[in-house]
């Protein structure tokens, strides 16, 4: 039977390979991505993949997602949360977050709340959240949007540990909560930086980075078979053994449910 697989961040890199793989194999796939650009490049390269365009930095856009989702498929047997954007220097969104918070932390956090009916629904649901899990990354409870000290390697690595914690609070009998690291992967990595930093990223990147056709089998097995644990942390194929204070995922989900709150 055709899966459901939606895919935020679907339009580039990771996601768009995974798009293809499922579109391919005949599941109905939903890319969702924020430029018209995205749209076409994914409509020319996967024309069997459904594109949604949506700013997933915004909580209102989220939310009409979310609820969109719920509506035209209530049955969803894997997300993939892949929508990133490296910021060099703090954007802030139209509702006041630091953007790379906003897009990676929240965003996530309201697309997994938010599809947790659909999800249930299906025979081995799962939520692949890519991400820089399982490298150090710490939350800065004094300044979450990095008001003071921006950096983007920062605001990057404070959300990998916001995944961390909230794939350690993410309770669900069924749907398994997977952390995939990819570690390097050639999609493009060189393309938020200025010069000199462009060249020396691309040079890095074509020596260094993992092709996208060796990074993604290893994510396309977790979603087809997900593991037994309902959260597990995985790099570049491996499990990782990494235990997280539960308290202060309790504490960061807490955190969250109250910046997310409508109003
Ligand atoms: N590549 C690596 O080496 C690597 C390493 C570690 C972790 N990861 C993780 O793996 C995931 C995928 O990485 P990638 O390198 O494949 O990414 P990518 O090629 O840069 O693609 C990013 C995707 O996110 C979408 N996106 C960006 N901003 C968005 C927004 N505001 N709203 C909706 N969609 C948005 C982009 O589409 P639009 O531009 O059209 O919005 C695009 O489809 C990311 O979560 C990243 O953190 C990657």
Redesign the pocket.
């Known amino acids: 039977m055709a899966r459901t697989i939606v895919i935020?961040?679907?339009?580039?890199?990771?996601?768009?390979?995974l798009a293809r793989h499922y579109a391919e194999l005949g599941d109905q796939v939903v890319?969702?991505?924020?430029?018209d650009?995205?749209?076409r490049r994914l409509r020319e390269e996967v024309p069997k993949a459904h594109f949604v365009?949506?700013?997933?930095?915004?909580l209102r856009?989220t939310r009409d997602l979310v609820e969109r989702l719920n509506a035209e498929h209530p049955m969803i047997d894997a997300l993939v949360?892949?929508?990133?954007?490296?910021n060099p220097t703090r954007v802030e969104t139209e509702e006041g977050f630091e953007?790379t918070f906003a897009?990676?932390v929240l965003?996530r956090w309201l697309m997994a709340e938010g599809l947790r009916g659909p999800l249930e629904n299906a025979a081995t649901p799962v939520i692949i959240?890519?991400?820089?899990a399982g490298q150090g990354g710490r939350i800065h409870w004094d300044d979450l949007q990095l008001k003071h000290k921006y950096r983007a390697v920062t605001a990057?690595m404070q959300?990998?540990r916001a995944s961390e914690l909230l794939g350690t609070a993410y309770a669900s009998e069924r749907t398994k909560y997977v952390l995939?690291?990819?570690?390097?992967?050639?999609?493009?990595?060189h393309?938020p930086f200025k010069q000199p930093l462009r060249g020396i990223v691309r040079v890095a990147s074509a020596a260094f980075?993992?092709p996208l056709a060796k990074?993604v089998p290893p994510i396309t097995a977790l979603i087809d078979h997900p593991p037994a644990e309902p959260f597990t942390t995985w790099k570049k194929g491996k499990i990782l053994d990494r235990a997280v204070d539960r308290n202060e995922a309790r504490r960061f989900e807490e955190t969250i449910r109250a910046l997310t709150q409508p109003g």
Do not use: M
């Not at 935020?8 to 390979?17: E, L, V």
């Open positions: 935020s961040g679907g339009t580039n890199g990771i996601g768009k390979a890319a969702v991505g924020s430029s650009e995205g749209g365009r949506s700013d997933l930095s915004s856009q949360l892949a929508a990133f954007r490296f953007h897009l990676y965003n959240n890519l991400c820089g990057t959300g990998a995939y690291n990819p570690v390097f992967v050639a999609t493009g990595l393309e980075a993992q990074a």
